[in-house]
């Protein structure tokens, strides 16, 4: 095996006030590496339905006038976002994977009529993976005058049923006496790799029993972390790729930092997300479930977790 860059190269940092813990995780101890100079073999994704990688393009829903299809479409996007899945009705690459939808009224005796969309899903080279029928029941006056409200409402009702379709069902896990967890979308310029990490963070810590929030809406009381990826040339051959976590407590105070970075070949990322994040994750969670833990006892205490304003 070739030898492995030097240790500072893979450190991570913890950045917390004493009042928290004073956990730094530098050094060249057993903190996993998260990143390899060595190329990967692609290893097989299990953890997708529709790779987040590539993205889900929300075509027009068929059978209402045109622009009830793409106004209910856009709010389906918009809430599928909301729970995990990177959608868009405006964005796509050869990878995207395509969702298309067909609308009709289904009418009761003595009972609101339903409104039912008939979900199909398509890989990049148009062949059909996945069907699913949604029903929902719309307020009267969307048959007649729908409004903004309506299809937030609808897309409401259908975009959980859609996320647990299109994300990955994982084993159940005993839950680790932790507290709750928003992982907010990552911010920076990494291509598929903002996607691609996020979900294997998802995963990982979803496998340490962590109680995860899948919709902003419902992740008001819980902790959030935030991510950002930055990716920056020295020279021509190398790049810096520098990951931090912000944990942020409810009132929107930062709890402590995490940060990790690592030179790679230059432009090696581009193709290395897939092998990589899953190591990443785990470094990150190094940092991350330390915080956790002592976020919850001090909590539990009622002593401050967060450093003063």
């Known amino acids: 095996m070739k030898e492995s860059l030097p240790c500072r190269d893979f450190s991570a940092r913890l950045l917390i006030l004493p009042v928290l813990l004073a956990l730094f995780l530098t050094g060249c101890g057993e903190i996993p590496r998260p990143f390899s100079r060595q190329p990967h073999e692609k290893p097989a994704i299990e953890f997708f339905l529709a790779p987040e990688a590539a993205g889900i393009y929300v075509e027009p829903i068929e059978g209402p006038v045109d622009w009830v299809g793409e106004a209910m479409a856009a709010a389906i996007s918009k809430s599928l976002v909301e729970h995990s899945v990177i959608a868009s009705v405006s964005a796509r690459n050869k990878r995207s994977y395509v969702l298309k939808g067909q609308g009709y009224q289904q009418l009761h005796v003595g009972q609101p009529a339903e409104l039912v969309l008939d979900w199909e899903l398509s890989d990049p080279s148009g062949k059909v993976i996945g069907e699913k029928r949604v029903s929902s029941t ?77 919709s902003v809406a419902t992740a008001e009381s819980a902790l959030s972390l935030k991510g950002k990826i930055e990716i920056k040339p020295i020279n021509a051959d190398t790049d810096i790729v520098a990951i931090s976590w912000r944990l942020i407590d409810p009132a929107g105070r930062e709890i402590g930092v995490i940060d990790q970075q690592n030179a790679v070949p230059s432009g090696s990322m581009d193709d290395n997300w897939v092998a990589d994040s899953p190591v990443i994750a785990d470094g990150a969670l190094q940092g991350l479930l330390p ?19």
Do not use: C, M
């Open 138 to 214: 719309p307020p009267s006056a969307f048959w007649e005058a729908p409004i903004a409200a309506h299809f937030r409402e609808i897309s409401n009702q259908n975009a959980p049923g859609i996320a647990a379709w299109l994300l990955p069902q994982l084993e159940t896990v005993a839950a680790a006496d932790l507290p709750g967890l928003y992982v907010d979308l990552i911010e920076g310029k990494a291509g598929s790799g903002n996607a691609i990490l996020r979900q294997a963070l998802l995963r990982k810590l979803r496998a340490r029993g962590v109680s995860i929030e899948n």
């Open 291 to 309: 915080l956790l833990r002592a976020y919850e006892r001090q909590r539990i205490g009622e002593k401050p977790v967060t450093k003063r304003q």
